[in-house]
């Protein structure tokens, strides 16, 4: 996971509407402050660079909307200051859903687990069958040329007595 996020993805991560954390955001909250990194993008049909990094708290004028940049740290400070301004009934389904993922993905973590154990077992059966099956054809090699060793000493010795 990043260690920044922007509110599209801490939208998505937390399952909460952007302009509710744009709000919060903007609200320059004191305990929120040093997790926050203030970007500001220029409204469409500005002719000047689409994206500022601005370090001080001004205000950004009417063509500009603010972006930030949130550390991953700050994630849970967020969620509480969310959390103030939310129903409990959508905290708590907000909650169960993300346990539910969390399960899910960790039923897949298991399974993910037990098919690498099976595919190491398989891996190392099949080098232990490559591995006869190289001896087996240096032994067939070695075989093939002790052949060819006597067949060049008989060829040579009939040679010999023709040669006579």
């Not at 993805?9 to 954390?21: T, Y």
């Not at 591995?131 to 090699?141: A, K, R, T």
């Amino acid at each position: 996971m990043k260690s920044e996020l922007t509110i599209p993805e801490i939208s998505k991560l937390l399952g909460i509407d952007e302009p509710i954390i744009r709000w919060v955001f903007s609200r320059q909250d004191s305990e929120l402050a040093p997790y926050l990194q203030h970007l500001s993008q220029k409204q469409p049909g500005n002719d000047e660079n689409d994206i500022n990094t601005s370090s001080d708290s001004e205000v950004a004028d009417d063509s500009e909307v603010a972006e930030f940049l949130l550390n991953l740290e700050g994630l849970p400070v967020l969620v509480k200051k969310l959390s103030y301004n939310i129903p409990t009934t959508d905290i708590i389904e907000n909650l169960a859903c993300q346990i539910l993922h969390l399960e899910v993905l960790q039923q897949e973590n298991e399974q993910l687990k037990q098919e690498n154990q099976q595919l190491k077992l398989e891996n190392q059966q099949l080098r232990q069958k490559l591995d006869q099956l190289e001896m087996e054809l240096s032994e067939i090699g070695n075989e093939e040329l002790s052949r060819n060793g006597r067949l060049k000493n008989t060829i040579s010795r009939g040679l010999r007595w023709f040669g006579k």
